[in-house]
């Protein structure tokens, strides 16, 4: 089907209006509308080929809210007119052990990425969600509950879920304490998602300037992570912290703030980090863990809790035509906390 988006055609171009054919829908596809589309810090790397592996033209975008307009045949989990989601992959093999017990982002065949993949069957390029159309395998289309804004749920098919799957994997609730590196994109929901669980929040930051935010997000405390003090008195404070910093850095001054057994689960940079010192892990058995998304199940009860804990992101809303500044802003880290484009913006775009 022949619709259009917004792509950049090499590292160094801006996102501009492109028409481009999604792959004919199959018999188990639906295709969706896409009415919302958030702005990841994963879309900035793409767009700029900061990882080596991207492909132009390419269109970012795996944070999706849209409507379903036709459905395949052989579909029986969404009908015409229901608002669904779509994250970070729209596919798997379905077969592997890691599909069969819900992990289909670690599917042994390598899921196919919203963008940045290649379709299972046709081998087609994937294209991602700033765009008007998406055709999807059905199981990849999860439902949007009730009560759920669609206007601000875009996000938690990434950020949300990225930082709700290590929450759920170290079994985080009552009496857990978790810090949480960083206050973005992923940071904020970590904070949110956390709180909601029950366990008591630490933001840990170079200043205290984000103080005020990490409480009204729901932390209970920020820890001054440049303070060489307030570190130390902070050791073996935590079971568990989530690092959302995006970039190369350090992490051998956050490890002694874990507890015995207790993990530092890297969720932000792809990439080289600073080398870590075995010794603070070997002496108190802690360990250094990483942590993409979750799979479907989980993703789904994601979206479900968020609908029943009331927890969104923090958004701001942009046109799509106004991409190109909000990635400009995004380099600064100058949004609190994510971007979602409204699609409707899109044709006049």
């Not at 809210?65 to 379905?94: L, N, W, Y």
């Not at 804004?149 to 879920?161: E, R």
């Not at 106004?322 to 044709?347: C, G, T």
Request: with cysteine.
């Amino acid at each position: 089907m022949r619709t259009i988006g917004f792509a950049c055609t090499s590292a160094e171009a801006e996102l501009a209006p492109y028409h481009f054919d999604r792959r004919a829908p199959r018999t188990n596809d639906v295709v969706m509308e896409i009415l919302y589309c958030g702005v990841c810090h994963s879309d900035l790397h793409w767009a700029r080929n900061d990882w080596g592996w991207t492909l132009y033209p390419a269109i970012p975008g795996h944070e999706i809210i849209g409507r379903v307009i036709e459905t395949g045949p052989e579909v029986t989990r969404h009908k015409v007119g229901d608002f669904v989601a779509v994250g970070c992959m729209v596919d798997s093999c379905q077969q592997c052990d890691q599909c069969r017990k819900g992990e289909e982002q670690l599917c042994r065949e390598g899921n196919t990425g919203t963008y940045g993949g290649f379709d299972r069957v046709t081998k087609e390029y994937t294209l991602g969600g700033y765009a008007k159309h998406l055709v999807v395998r059905e199981e990849f289309a999860l439902k949007v509950p009730a009560g759920l804004d669609i206007s601000k749920a875009a996000p938690l098919l990434c950020a949300g879920i990225t930082t709700y799957s290590p929450l759920r994997t170290w079994n985080v609730g009552p009496g857990s304490r978790v810090g949480v590196i960083g206050l973005g994109g992923l940071g904020h929901m970590a904070v949110k998602l956390a709180a909601a669980m029950g366990a008591s929040v630490t933001v840990l930051s170079r200043s205290d300037s984000k103080k005020h935010d990490a409480l009204e997000l729901g932390a209970d405390s920020l820890l001054v992570s440049s303070d060489p003090d307030a570190m130390a008195k902070s050791a073996n404070a935590f079971d568990l912290i989530i690092d959302t910093v995006p970039v190369e850095h350090d992490i051998n001054p956050y490890v002694p703030l874990l507890d015995v057994d207790g993990t530092l689960v890297i969720v932000g940079q792809i990439g080289p980090i600073a080398a870590p010192t075995t010794v603070p892990l070997l002496l108190g058995r802690r360990r250094i863990a990483g942590s993409p998304i979750g799979g479907l199940k989980q993703t789904q009860e994601l979206l479900d809790f968020c609908a029943r804990k009331n927890i969104l992101p923090d958004v701001e809303m942009i046109r799509m035509d106004e991409i190109n500044h909000a990635f400009a802003r995004m380099e600064k880290a100058d949004v609190h906390y994510r971007f979602v484009i409204d699609m409707a913006s899109l044709q006049a775009a």
